[in-house]
């Protein structure tokens, strides 16, 4: 059997962090498995789902690393659905009901009142031919609920059903379904919820493991029996636990908080991102994994907590930090070329400044410094200025080496008796215009002996 796994968000907006906590936990498992990674999207509800999103998903997944093998729309598939539904009202298990809005809530008001379960009565069952039309005369149109296999004869007599799956992330897990109101499958207008289309897909596609956030665990309960009931074999199912901004707070795709793509435009690497979403809330240590196949070795989704984990942006600064720091020229060269930096002394640039940089975009700020000069400087006492341009007649002639700065220091502290930061802050502000930044003794090489001079204050 090929381990298929599928995303399958809902094109109403912009992924966040904890979207791309489903989608790589479903990706990495394919890679651990040699799978395969479907990308379906679900948009059945017509009027809120947007190509747009739908475009803007699989550029924030390509940027992630993740490269489905197939994508799908399942508003291109609405026939599947119709010929599912059909089955299911063939074989008596998909009823139609035509209480309002106001009316259910009105009767579960009442249940909870009596300290009752809110569950439905099934009280559309009841219906003979001549109620339903009756109903249909006064304008009112069915929605179409599931009826679940939680009974032994007397359907308004449910008793526990239990449906038990071995999870791939939370082990053992049970739900019984007689604690469930039988499940809204169609809508008044014909439309699908998400249950059966999600299924029929699963069916259809091949799905073998299903993978997503926690909140979904009741939700396996009523799909497994929907599989059961379409006479298919249920896949495997997994329930990650769920990403809270450190107050608590769920996050959402309408808010646009944490969205991968606000992340990408504030300069956090992807591999950042893709760290933090895997490994927190795992048994693991989160810490920067410098690509996906790394990320992949240590992906263990037994290994993940049952509890919600609260994800703080200050967290990626820290593992951007540490990518940049360690990331190889080799790797950062066609971005850099994009700053415009290029040429024999780019790679050394890149050595001498990654170290500093909290984003590679703030490397273009230190190749202007390189190139042109520090532009404002940090003011210098009189004091300092004066022990500055005697220290630039000080300087050895080009060309310059690794060895330059230590050279020309020591010379400058024999003639003028300073040492420590009174020597090196007024050399760092002259050069750099920066009270902190890469180390001289990297930068020095990179500058040009004439265009130094004009540096001189």
Not at 219 to 242: C, M, R, Y
Request: proline share 6%; net charge negative; hydrophobic share 40%.
């Amino acid at each position: 059997m090929t381990v298929t796994v599928r995303f399958a968000p809902s094109p109403t907006g912009h992924i966040h962090i904890g979207n791309a906590r489903t989608a790589l936990f479903n990706w990495l498992f394919a890679q651990k498995h040699k799978g395969r990674f479907i990308q379906r999207f679900d948009d059945t509800d017509v009027q809120r789902s947007k190509q747009e999103y739908a475009d803007a998903i699989l550029y924030d997944l390509h940027w992630l690393g993740i490269f489905p093998d197939a994508i799908d729309y399942q508003s291109k598939r609405f026939e599947h659905y119709d010929a599912a539904a059909k089955r299911l009202k063939s074989a008596g298990v998909l009823y139609p009901c035509y209480e309002t809005p106001e009316e259910l809530e009105l009767k579960r008001k009442i249940l909870l009142s009596r300290r009752l379960p809110p569950v439905y009565g099934r009280d559309a069952l009841k219906l003979n031919d001549a109620d339903k039309a009756a109903h249909e005369e006064a304008g009112r149109k069915p929605h179409w609920r599931f009826l679940l296999p939680n009974f032994a004869g007397d359907p308004f007599a449910p008793t526990r059903t239990e449906v038990q799956w071995s999870d791939v992330v939370r082990g053992s897990e049970t739900v019984d379904l007689a604690s469930l109101s039988d499940p809204v499958l169609v809508r008044e207008d014909g439309t699908y919820l998400y249950t059966l289309p999600s299924v029929v897909d699963d069916i259809e596609m091949g799905v073998s493991h299903i993978i997503r956030g926690d909140d979904h665990v009741t939700n396996t309960g009523v799909q497994i029996a929907l599989f059961n009931a379409l006479g298919a074999e249920p896949p495997a199912f997994g329930h990650h636990n769920l990403l809270t901004t450190v107050s608590g707070e769920g996050l959402s795709k309408r808010s646009g908080a944490l969205s991968i793509a606000g992340l990408r435009e504030a300069g956090i690497e992807s591999m950042a991102v893709a760290s933090l979403a895997v490994l927190l809330g795992t048994s693991e240590n989160v810490s920067a994994v410098p690509t996906m196949p790394e990320l992949a070795e240590r992906f263990e989704p037994e290994a993940t907590s049952k509890s919600a984990s609260k994800f703080d942006p200050e967290e990626l600064g820290v593992l951007n930090r540490a990518l940049l720091h360690s990331m190889r020229f080799e790797d950062a060269a066609t971005r850099l070329l994009g700053l415009g930096i290029s040429g024999d002394k780019a790679e050394p640039f890149w050595i001498a400044v990654r170290g500093n940089l909290e984003t590679l975009g703030d490397a273009a700020h230190w190749w202007q410094i390189v190139q042109n000069g520090p532009g404002a400087v940090e003011a210098l006492s009189d004091e300092d200025r004066v022990f500055v341009r005697e220290a630039f007649d000080l300087l050895p002639e080009g060309p310059w080496d690794h060895a330059t700065w230590k050279l020309w220091t020591d010379q400058v502290k024999e003639k003028s008796g300073r040492k420590g930061k009174g020597l090196f802050m007024p050399l760092r502000l002259a050069l750099t215009g920066q009270s902190s930044g890469p180390e001289l003794a990297d930068l020095l090489p990179l500058l040009d002996p004439e265009e130094m001079l004009a540096r001189r204050p």
